[in-house]
């Protein structure tokens, strides 16, 4: 008999609903292992990301997977946060998800059916960005 592994998929940094939407947003981890992803082929969808299911039914409205195939440990440490935002003199409703590489992931609209464009900004004098040949 064949062995066949199966990665596991957690959600330790919790979840947020809007009452409103009747949406939960779900923060989930690398899949294991975490450090050696060899027997885990493709993408591993659903791993790393920010998933909004509709409440009532468990149904995916969107997704967002911010590490593809990870190997680093860079799932999301803490719940999703919920709140309004003013975006060109208009407030919207928006989920912010915090990752282990300081990053803020910011959706605006979360209740449209894509998430709107995830914005990821360099840190200045960052000594791991080689990009414009700085030493560091």
């Not at 990301?49 to 590490?67: F, P």
């Not at 709140?83 to 409703?93: A, F, Q, S, Y």
Request: glycine share 8%.
């Amino acid at each position: 008999m064949k062995a066949v592994f199966v990665a596991v998929v957690l959600m330790w940094g919790g979840s947020a609903y809007d009452p409103e939407l009747d949406y939960v947003y779900l923060a989930t981890s690398t899949p294991t292992n975490n450090y050696y992803g060899g027997h885990r082929l493709g993408n591993n969808l659903f791993a790393e990301s920010l998933v909004c299911l509709e409440a009532k039914t468990g149904k995916r409205v969107w997704h967002y997977q911010a590490v593809h195939h990870g190997i680093w440990d860079y799932d999301f440490p803490t719940h999703p946060i919920l709140g309004d935002i003013t975006v060109n003199g208009r407030r919207i409703k928006a989920v912010v998800q915090i990752s282990k590489q300081a990053m803020h992931r910011l959706l605006k609209e979360p209740g449209s059916k894509q998430p709107a464009q995830w914005l990821a900004q360099r840190v200045a004098g960052d000594p791991y960005d080689h990009r414009d040949n700085r030493s560091g």
